[in-house]
């Protein structure tokens, strides 16, 4: 169920980024298209995790387990970012 409710608000979030992409006049300041391919890539990235792990839950011994799929996305996030020398 958690799952499903944070693919479902990733793509609220989707819609969210996109609308404020197409109208400018609602900021103080135009999205950068980096910053919009950038915030369009990482919540994509957490739809995919989140489809993952409701793929997992029928086929894991516990339903719940099926949110190791967000501990091992947060695991390689970390690992990257100290790999690449950010803090």
């Known amino acids: 169920m958690f799952s499903a409710n944070v693919a479902m608000l990733g793509v609220s979030a989707l819609c969210i980024v996109r609308y404020f992409r197409r109208h400018p006049e609602l900021a103080s300041a135009p999205m950068p ?3 919009f391919r950038g915030a369009r890539l990482r919540i994509s990235g957490l739809i995919v995790i989140s489809v993952v792990a409701l ?3 029928p086929i894991l011994p516990r339903p719940s387990m ?5 501990m091992l ?4 996030c970390r690992r990257r970012s100290f790999s690449s020398g950010a803090e």
């Open 33 to 35: 298209l980096a910053r």
């Open 55 to 57: 793929a997992l839950a």
């Open 66 to 70: 099926g949110n190791i799929a967000f």
């Open 73 to 76: 996305m947060a695991a390689s």
